[in-house]
């Protein structure tokens, strides 16, 4: 899809990203369009106001219906709302940062002293994720389940840690500050949040799960079998609202969060607590987000197939969101690529290849005297793989230069030259014949 650039300068800290830096941004979503390896939306705002956005890789779906109003999932950016909300409640004299937990759930393990704060900031030592039921792994993908029975798995597994003694993330706490919001409120979360955010802040192509939204791009992966998008199974999103449920554009994300930003949502002290402090970093709840010598806030959020990162800058009053519902190139690269282009001078561009290119290198390749075989093949999943016959290992390779691959995790590089394969590791180079 054509991108949308308004021609201002954007002051970017030391940096400026022009016109001409949005160009280049579009340029590397060209390259990522062009080799089919990932499908998303972007956006860019300065100063409550859209300079850039562009939808990709749509044109690879063919059966999929869609326009400007279609909603990305975006994740656990649901909890920034969530979190909002309750620092609402705050404001409001419904809560303090100190209310305590078995005001509300008191048969919870710790349940006299775990805080609001403590669940707020990841301190509360609950364990990460009521999606891990032993024996039901997909019990939040397969079918929709009862609030009841979530909150009775959330006590299950009970707590880590001794509340404020550490830092774990937990999908179940944000679960529980839901929990929280609809007993105070005495309304579903997604009626709260139309009430409270959606309605007063012109919030459109926005919605909670339990509003029941139409208009979503699903989760897609690749089959490299058939060289196409397949859909991927994803959540039943009624099984996490308030901690992963949202689905917007990437306009309205980096609408509600200038907004935020500018104080028009929380009152200046509330919103200062959310920021992390120099050793934290989730805060209440906004995320630290370096970018080269500069410190961004926002929060990321990832379901099964879909991944979301919305950055602000508080200095330039920049925020960038970016959405990947579909990936073949790792979403946290495409986020770096993305910032490099914007906040940088660099213009080089990943090195892909086509798929039509990959069957050149299948086969069994060999090393007799080194009693070492490989066994390139496509997976469908993953690409193509190279497995360690004697050791039953696979590992994807990942091409870095023409005919030449590698697994950056182990260090390995291997390049093809007729029917040789040249595999090196930590110095060592042996030579495969096919």
């Known amino acids: 899809m054509k991108a949308y650039i308004v021609s201002l300068s954007l002051v970017l800290c030391s940096f400026t990203a022009s016109a001409q830096k949005l160009h280049k941004l579009d340029h590397y979503i060209d390259h990522i369009e062009s080799y089919n390896q990932g499908i998303g939306a972007i956006s860019v705002f300065k100063d409550g106001r859209q300079l850039y956005q562009r939808r990709f890789g749509q044109a690879a779906l063919p059966n999929s219906k869609w326009n400007k ?5 975006i994740g656990s950016v649901t909890k920034v709302y969530t979190a909002v909300l309750i620092w609402k409640l705050i404001e409001a004299g419904h809560l303090t940062p100190d209310t305590r937990l078995d005001k509300y759930l008191p048969q919870m393990a710790n349940a006299d002293k775990i805080t609001i704060r403590h669940l707020l900031e990841h301190s509360s030592g609950i364990s990460r994720d009521y999606g891990q039921k032993p024996g039901s792994a997909n019990w939040l993908i397969d079918s929709t389940a009862k609030h009841d029975e979530i909150i009775a798995e959330i006590i299950r597994q009970g ?4 509340p ?10 944000y679960y ?12 579903p979360y997604g009626q709260i949040v139309y009430k409270e955010l959606s309605k007063p802040y012109h919030l459109t192509d926005f919605a909670t799960a339990d509003m029941d939204p139409g208009n979503v791009f699903p989760s897609y992966q690749y089959d490299y079998s058939k060289s196409a998008w397949t859909l991927m199974p994803d959540y039943q999103y009624r099984n996490i609202i308030g901690v992963g449920d949202i689905s917007a554009t990437p306009a309205q994300l980096n609408k509600f969060f200038h907004l935020l930003f500018s104080g028009k949502v929380l009152k200046p002290e509330s919103l200062q607590q959310m920021f992390p402090d120099a050793t934290e970093d989730f805060g209440r709840n906004l995320m630290s987000i370096p970018v080269y010598k500069q410190m961004l806030y926002g929060h990321a ?3 099964k197939g879909t991944h979301s990162l919305m950055a602000y800058d508080t200095t330039s009053k920049i925020g960038i969101v970016m959405i990947i519902n579909g990936q073949r190139y790792p ?3 495409f986020y770096i690529d993305a910032y490099q282009a914007l906040f940088s001078d660099t213009t080089a561009l990943p090195y892909f290849i086509q798929d039509t290119q990959l069957k050149q290198y299948t086969g069994l390749y060999a090393n007799d005297s080194m009693q070492l075989q490989l066994k390139l093949y496509i997976d469908q999943e993953h690409g193509l793989l190279c497995e360690d016959v004697a050791e039953e290992l696979a590992y994807p390779l990942t091409p870095v230069a023409a005919h030449t691959f590698n697994v950056p995790k182990l260090g390995i590089t291997i390049a093809f030259k007729g029917e040789e394969l040249l595999f090196t590791q930590n110095g060592i180079n042996i030579t495969l014949k096919k």
Not at 69 to 73: A, V
Not at 164 to 173: E, F, M, P, Q
Not at 178 to 187: D, R
């Open 301 to 303: 959020g990832d379901t």
């Open 331 to 333: 979403h946290n690269q």
């Open 159 to 162: 707590v880590v840690f001794e």
């Open 176 to 187: 529980l500050l839901k929990h929280i919001i609809e007993q105070e409120y005495g309304a």
């Open 69 to 73: 109003h279609t909603q990305y999932q």
């Open 164 to 173: 404020g003694t550490a830092v774990a993330y937990s999908n179940s706490a």
